[in-house]
């Protein structure tokens, strides 16, 4: 079946410093979705990617898709302390109406 | 709108017991899912259903039944607990398969 493999597991910063989250399928995606987890909450949708290629920003946080379109990363510019949670990223196969969630980057940042 | 709400919110099971865990939600979606969250393990797909008194396996649906009698609720069933059912159970909706899902805030369970 589809795997999604998310690494780093868990990365701890210090406020200011940029943080990258990496995605990689084993097959070809039809697109994928990244979502937030802070502690003790529930995940929450961040954005989507479609398209070989597509870079997506919001704010400090920049979403790649990549060319074949098998793996995928988030960059966050200046982390701050609001940034700490689990990020995951989701891959969803063409024809399938279900995501595979990578298993989650954990970010703690210091002040 | 309330979104996406699960009942209860906490519970603790003896092994053997059975109980139904509920999810509601008010947006008119089609898609709806149940997960279970285990530390280092992710978000992984017990059940799902793309619409209204239709069902399908996720990942890991070994111990667990569902039910979709109507669109905005979806029921996942346990009925005979085990310890290895102790976990945080997500419910999320979804309009359509291309589009982003919503969370409830989850029920943890335990199973003693």
């Known amino acids: 079946g589809q795997q999604v493999m998310q690494i780093p597991q868990y990365q701890h910063v210090q406020e200011g410093e940029d943080f990258t989250t990496y995605c990689n399928s084993s097959?070809?995606?039809?697109?994928i979705q990244w979502y937030k987890q802070r502690p003790g909450g529930h995940p929450v949708f961040l954005i989507q990617l479609v398209k070989s290629g597509e870079v997506k920003k919001q704010k400090r946080l920049t979403f790649q898709f990549g060319e074949a379109k098998k793996n995928s990363s988030l960059h966050i510019t200046a982390t701050q302390t609001t940034d700490v949670g689990t990020y995951f990223c989701?891959?969803?196969?063409?024809?399938?109406?279900?995501?595979?969630f990578g298993k989650g980057t954990m970010l703690l940042v210091s002040p | 709108n309330a979104g996406v709400t699960q009942t209860p919110k906490f519970r603790v099971l003896k092994t053997g017991q059975s109980m139904t865990l509920l999810c509601a939600q008010d947006m008119n979606h089609e898609y709806m899912y149940w997960y279970r969250q285990d530390p280092g393990m992710g978000l992984r797909l017990i059940h799902y259903s793309v619409g209204e008194g239709t069902t399908a396996k996720g990942e890991v649906p070994d111990g667990y039944n569902v039910s979709r009698l109507k669109k905005q609720n979806f029921l996942l069933g346990l009925e005979s607990a085990a310890p290895s059912q102790t976990s945080v159970y997500f419910c999320?909706?979804?309009?359509?398969?291309?589009?982003?899902?919503?969370f409830g805030p989850g029920t943890r369970l335990t199973v003693t």
């Open positions: 097959t070809t995606l039809s697109n």
């Open positions: 989701a891959g969803m196969n063409s024809g399938y109406s279900t995501l595979t």
């Open positions: 999320a909706s979804q309009r359509g398969s291309s589009y982003e899902q919503y």
